[in-house]
C-alpha cells in the first residue's frame, strides 16, 4: 500500500498536469500509472524524473525500445523492486516482447546472478585482455 | 586476488580439458578466460556452469547475442561485480557493441536503479492493467 | 505474514517483558511494534538488538535523532526493505520530518543508487585527493 | 582500472568544457573529479546526471548540505560502491563532517543492514500505525 | 500474484511431467510447489534449473543436507526474496531445523550484513594472513 | 585502502586494548586483524561489535561453529564484501573447511543467487503448505 496518495489528472496541479500530458503524448497511453501519479506529491522529482526517462528511453536511441526495456526488467528483477518489474514488462509486451523472450531474459537474469556470485566468492580477478577490449570501444 | 589457483590447459585433468575444448570451440577462442580457470577447482560445478551458460546464451534463442549479453552486464552492473562487467562488456563488444550502445546501456541501467528505489520508497502499487498485461503474455 | 507468532506483552516472559518496559520508557510509547514482538520468540536476539540500536540511536550522538532516522530510510529503502522503510518513516515523522524532507530523502536516495551503478559501470577509480580527504578526518 | 579514458579539461569538447565549468563554479572546486571526466564519454549522460545533482543536492532545500551527503554515503555503503563512498564522505567532511559523525554514520548504517535482514527473516508484517503516521505526512 | 500461470501436473505436457515425476520421487513428496509450477511455462528452464539444484542439493555432498538448505536461506534474506526464505525454511525444517537454529541463523544472517557494511564503510583491506588461510585450502 | 588508519596493539588505549584481549582469549589468536584495528577508531562500536559477534558465534550455540562460518560467507558473497569473504572463509578453515566444502558452499550461493531472481522474475507466490510449515516451528 503506497506510503502517498495518488494524485490523479483531476486533482492535479498545473505543473503536475504538463508533466501528465506529455507523458500521454509520448507513450501514447490514455491513464497515468501509479508511479507517476505518487511521484505527483514531489512536482520537482516528477518533472525531473520524467524528462530523464523521456531521454534514455527515446526510440530513436543506439538500442531499440525493447532492448532498454529488457535491460529495465533485468535491473529491477535484480533489485527484487516488483512494481519495476511488472511495469517494465508491460512496457517490454507493448515494445514487442514474446513469452519466449521472456523466458530467456529471465533465464540470463538467473544465470548472471549465480555467475556473479560465483566470480565474487572465488574472487577472479579481470583478465586483461577483457578489460583491453572494454577500453578499446 | 583470486582465492583459487588457476588451473590452465596443461595442469587440467581430463574431464577439465573436456570443458574447455568445448569453451573454445564454441567461443571460437584460443585462450580459457580466469573464470573456468577458477572453476575448474570444482569440475562438477565447471561443467554444470558451462553447459547452463552454454544453453542459456546460445546464439539461435528468441534474444540475439548482443541483447544477451547486454542483460548480462545490466546485472552485473546492478550485483557491483566487477569481473562480470568487464568480461560481458567484453563479450558484447565482440557481439557488436558500440560506444554509443554502451554509453545507453549505462544510462538505462542507472536510471532503473533510481526508478526502482523511487517506487520502493514509496512503495507504489501495481497497476492492475500492468499485471494483467504481462499475464497475458 | 510473519513466520513466527507475534509475543505480546501479555505474553511474555519476564526478560522480554523487560526489554519492553526498556524500549517503551526509551521511546515513550504505549505499544510495542510487531518487530520486537517478533525478536521476542529469541530473546537473547531481542535484547543484544534493542541494546544495540537503544546505543546507536540515542538523542544525545553527534548527529540529531532526525538525521539518524533518514540514514536508516535511506538503508532500507535501498535494501528493499518495507517495514523498515515504513516503521523508520513513521520515526523520522515522530522526529520532525516533514512531507518536503521525505520527498528530498527519496530524491537523494534515488540519485545516489542511480550514480552509484554509473561509477560501477565506467569502474571510477577513487581520486586521490577524495581518499585523503577522508583519511585526514 | 576505468573502462573508459578520463577526458580532462584540456581535451574536452566545448559541450563538456560548459558542464565542466558549471561544477566548478557551483561547487567551488579547481579539478574536476574522475566521476564527470569518464561521464564525459557520454555527454548527455554527463549533462543530465550534472543537472540532476545539481538540483538534487542544491544547499537551499528542507534537507541541509551534510545531511545530504550523509544519505548518500549511507547508500553507497549499502551498495558496496568504493567510488561513491569515498567520494560522498569527502564531500561531507567539506560540509562539516566529523569523524565522531562519520563513526555514527557508519554505525547506523550496519545496524539498518542488520535489522533489515531480521524484519525480512522473520517477515514480520507492517504496524497499521506505522503506515497511518507516514500517510499522514 | 504471479506473472505466469502455475501448470499442475494435469496440465503438464510429457516433458514437464517427467521433471514433476523425478522432483517427487528425489524429495518424497506428492505435490509440487508454485515454483516449478511457474518455471514450467519455460520447460527447457525448468529441466535445467532441477537438475543443478538436484545435484548441487544432494545428500552425499561434503555439506549435510540440513546445512545447504541454512547457507540458501541465508542467501535468500539477504536478497530480500520471501518466496525463497520461506520455501527454504520450510526445506531446512524437513531437514531437521529447530526453532533455536532457526533462531541462530537469523542472528548471523543479521550480524552478517551488518559488519560487512562495517568493512565496506571503512574500506578495510584484506590480511594477507586470511588470504594465504584461504589459499591453502 | 582502508578509510581509516589501523590502531595496533601499542598505539591502543586501554578502553580498546581491553577488547583486543578478549578477541585474542576467546579466538585464540596472537593477531588482531584489521577489521577491528579499523573499528578501533571508534571504540563503542568496537565494543559492541565485538560483544554482538562473540555473543552469536558462540561455539555452543545450537547451530557449530563451522556451519555459522559458513552462513557468513554466503551472506558475504551475497554481499559482494571481498574483506567479509576473504575473513569468513578463513574462520572457516580454522573449524573445519575442505576445499570440497567450499566448492560445495559456493555452488549453493550461486544457485540461491539464480533461483532468488527466477522466483521474483515470475514473482512466484509462497506455497501455504510451506508457509505453515514455518509458522509450526
Known amino acids: 500500500m503506497a506510503l502517498v496518495k495518488y494524485i490523479d489528472e483531476a486533482q492535479a ?4 498536469k504538463a508533466v501528465y500530458q506529455d507523458i500521454k503524448a509520448t507513450r501514447g497511453i490514455e491513464t ?4 507517476w501519479q505518487a511521484l505527483a506529491n514531489d512536482p520537482s ?3 525531473r524524473t520524467w524528462a530523464s526517462l523521456k531521454e534514455i528511453m527515446a526510440p530513436d536511441g543506439a538500442l ?3 532492448t532498454k526495456e529488457l ?3 533485468a535491473v529491477s528483477i535484480t533489485n527484487g523492486c516488483d512494481y519495476c518489474t ?5 512496457a517490454a509486451r507493448k515494445a514487442g516482447l514474446s513469452a519466449e523472450m521472456r523466458n530467456e531474459l529471465l533465464a540470463i537474469v538467473g544465470m548472471a546472478n549465480e555467475t556473479n556470485r560465483l566470480a ?4 577472479v580477478d579481470v583478465d ?3 578489460h583491453q577490449a572494454v577500453l578499446d570501444l
Open 13 to 16: 496541479s498545473d505543473r503536475v
Open 32 to 35: 497515468i500509472n501509479f508511479f
Open 45 to 47: 522529482t516528477l518533472e
Open 64 to 66: 531499440d525500445p525493447l
Open 71 to 73: 535491460i529495465y526488467v
Open 86 to 90: 511488472v511495469s517494465h514488462l508491460a
Open 120 to 123: 565474487s566468492g572465488y574472487q
Open 128 to 130: 586483461p585482455a577483457f
